[in-house]
């Protein structure tokens, strides 16, 4: 399905038909996505798919935008040495920005912000567990705070196996949270914007804290958002299913929550048939890939399975919990990507008429500060000229599936 096949200009029109100022996507010789115009269909001579991909026009159209960065010295403020989810991630993409990326400090999500996503008693909890320092001695070596019971043994510091929680943690969190809302705004204005935030959020469900993650902050923008427009899309290419984004959506149909990422691992969540409940059925897409999969599943996955269903939601905004775990020098992933793979996949999306706000999830290799350089040179309007690999057979299959279950 993914291979380019030859259309007549005929066919194209029968296809566009009742489309008028709809911008449409295709391939071109080397198989790498490109934008159409309807008004060139006539002379198309490329390959396109069956399937075309279509974006409203409505949406200010550039290819290339103006791009910011939400980031600063506060996320430092929730770190345990040696966990791989640690400030130094952060900072060696601050290091390595491209030039003339402007960077603006942190602003604090107020109350009211993650209260339209998590459950009072969770935040209060949370907030307790940050300052609790004597029913069980929980501060440990490193003045983490908080605890959890394995079995019979309390282990001081964490809040499950593997989130950490610091005095300061509550405050960091709440600066994360805090600048998704602003990427989503600026991203609504028409500015794409990388909140390069910390903790990540899309394990974070309404009521617990997981996998590194305490509030959700991609959520909490989305939900923010909702209070001035119709209909948020949520991209997340992070290598681990979004559990928590999902559960807080699960039966919402004003955002749509389409994941790809890698099937059998952490949090063992995301299986393709997991599509949404009540009026929310239809408003989540679970792509889970194998293990190893490369820039050729996941392009393909994005062209045939998770562009279309946004052209059918037309949300007004497209958040991307952009976790760049999928790199193949990944400790935590698992999955065969190139850091310009990301600029690629971020170029696509773009190309398609959105105009996304990225928040940082995942990430914990040495490429990944270049990997946040290709998409913000993505932003900035570079594609990479290289051509896209032919997915394999086990991911065709799972597409086709998939685009059967939702009706794609
Ligand atoms: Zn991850």
Redo the contacts with the bound molecule.
């Keep these: 399905m993914c291979r380019p096949a030859t259309i007549s200009g005929d066919r194209l029109e029968k296809i566009c038909k009742n489309r008028t100022g709809l911008l449409f996507f295709g391939y071109n010789k080397n198989q790498r996505p490109v934008p159409v115009h309807r008004d060139t269909t006539a002379s198309l001579s490329y390959g396109m798919p069956d399937i075309l991909l279509t974006a409203r026009s409505s949406v200010s159209r550039s290819f290339s935008m103006k791009c910011s960065v939400i980031s600063g010295p506060v996320f430092q403020y929730h770190n345990r040495p040696g966990h791989i989810e640690c400030w130094d991630r952060v900072n060696a993409v601050l290091r390595d920005l491209p030039a003339g990326v402007t960077v603006s400090a942190p602003a604090a999500a107020d109350k009211i912000d993650l209260l339209r996503v998590h459950q009072p008693g969770y935040l209060a909890w949370l907030r307790r567990q940050c300052t609790l320092r004597s029913a069980y001695d929980t501060v440990d070596e490193f003045g983490c705070t908080g605890g959890y019971f394995s079995g019979n043994l309390y282990i001081p510091g964490f809040l499950d196996a593997n989130t950490y929680l610091t005095p300061r943690s509550c405050e960091v969190a709440t600066f994360a949270a805090g600048s998704a809302i602003a990427a989503a705004h600026r991203a609504l204005d028409g500015e794409s914007c990388f909140a390069l935030v910390r903790p990540?959020g899309?394990h974070a469900a309404s009521g617990w804290a997981m996998?590194f993650c305490i509030v959700n902050n991609a959520a909490i923008a989305a939900a923010e958002a909702l209070t001035s427009v119709d209909r948020v899309a949520i991209v997340d290419w992070?290598?681990?299913h979004g559990n928590g984004t999902q559960e807080i959506f699960y039966a919402d149909n004003r955002v749509l929550y389409c994941s790809v990422h890698a099937e059998g691992i952490f949090p063992h969540s995301g299986n393709a048939d997991e599509c949404g409940i009540g009026s929310g059925r239809g408003y989540t897409v679970n792509a889970p890939l194998p293990l190893e999969s490369t820039l050729g599943d996941y392009a393909c996955v994005f062209s045939e399975l998770i562009l279309p269903a946004l052209e059918r939601f037309r949300p007004d905004l497209v958040i991307v919990s952009a976790?760049q775990?999928a790199l193949l020098d990944d400790p935590?992933?698992g999955m065969g990507l190139v850091p310009g793979d990301y600029g690629i996949l971020a170029g696509m999306l773009i190309d398609a008429g959105t105009v996304p706000a990225f928040v940082l999830?995942?990430?914990y290799g040495q490429s990944h500060p270049k990997a946040v350089q290709a998409i913000l040179g993505a932003v900035a309007g570079h594609r990479e000229q290289k051509p896209v690999p032919v997915p394999s057979d086990a991911t065709r299959e799972r597409i086709r599936r998939l685009r059967e279950l939702h009706r794609l």
């Design positions: 990540p899309h996998g992070d290598v681990h976790g775990d935590a992933g999830e995942g990430g």
